[in-house]
């Protein structure tokens, strides 16, 4: 069965993603959570309007600036409690910008796996274009062919990847979307509540790094 605390954290972050999604740069977005088990460890998954039946979040609409160009966003989430059963960690996640509803190339996605396991970094970033300075660094011996859509950008590993709120506000600031009126605010407001959530994840993995940290700040008192 799914520990109820699993099951009721993941409800509420579910709502704070459909929030912040519905009052920035959409509309009528219905985040879903379902649940699942693999290897006997439990875990949810979050999407757009996602069934037990598929197991895939759908894309949403958003509505560029440009009037004759479609834009759609693709949004998952894994999660699952952390090794102490308390607090609610994303397993993977996904992020991506296409120019339809079932497009496979797009503009850019980025992508978060825990201890990934083929030697990319765990958080990165793959942007859809070409490159003729890459073309020219490929090894012929392996990397025929090989686009700027194959490489992985680190960005910020598990601790300071970038969230949900800066690829919205990059959309917004880069003016390839509309926004709604008040979205400042809702992305500030995540924004925060994700980096404190990171920062309190951080102290608790290095507690030698945050006593060292209280002694210097008594220190710093006394003087």
């Not at 009052?23 to 379902?34: D, E, R, Y």
């Not at 759908?58 to 834009?71: G, V």
């Not at 993977?92 to 850019?108: I, P, R």
């Not at 880069?174 to 926004?179: G, N």
Request: glycine share 6%; hydrophobic share 40%.
């Amino acid at each position: 069965m799914i520990s109820d605390k699993l099951r009721d954290r993941t409800n509420k972050f579910g709502k704070e993603i459909q929030a912040l999604l519905n009052g920035t740069i959409a509309s009528h977005v219905q985040i879903k959570a379902v649940a699942l088990s693999r290897n006997d460890d439990r875990l949810f998954m979050l999407g757009h309007l996602l069934t037990r039946d598929t197991m895939a979040a759908q894309r949403f609409r958003l509505k560029p600036r440009a009037p004759k160009a479609e834009l759609w966003m693709d949004i998952s989430f894994q999660l699952r409690l952390d090794a102490e059963r308390e607090h609610l960690m994303v397993q993977q996640s996904f992020v991506g910008l296409f120019g339809s509803a079932g497009a496979k190339h797009g503009l850019f996605h980025y992508d978060y796996e825990r201890d990934k396991a083929d030697g990319y970094p765990d958080a990165h970033l793959q942007v859809d274009a070409s490159s003729e300075l890459l073309t020219a660094l490929n090894d012929p011996k392996c990397d025929t062919g090989r686009s700027l859509a194959k490489l992985h950008f680190p960005v910020g590993g598990k601790r300071f990847r970038p969230c949900l709120e800066d690829v919205i506000e990059f959309l917004v600031a880069e003016r390839l979307v509309v926004p709604r009126d008040g979205h400042e605010k809702l992305l500030e407001a995540g924004r925060e509540r994700f980096r404190k959530n990171q920062l309190m994840a951080a102290m608790r993995r290095d507690p030698a790094t945050v006593g060292e940290f209280n002694e210097r700040c008594k220190a710093q008192q006394q003087a």
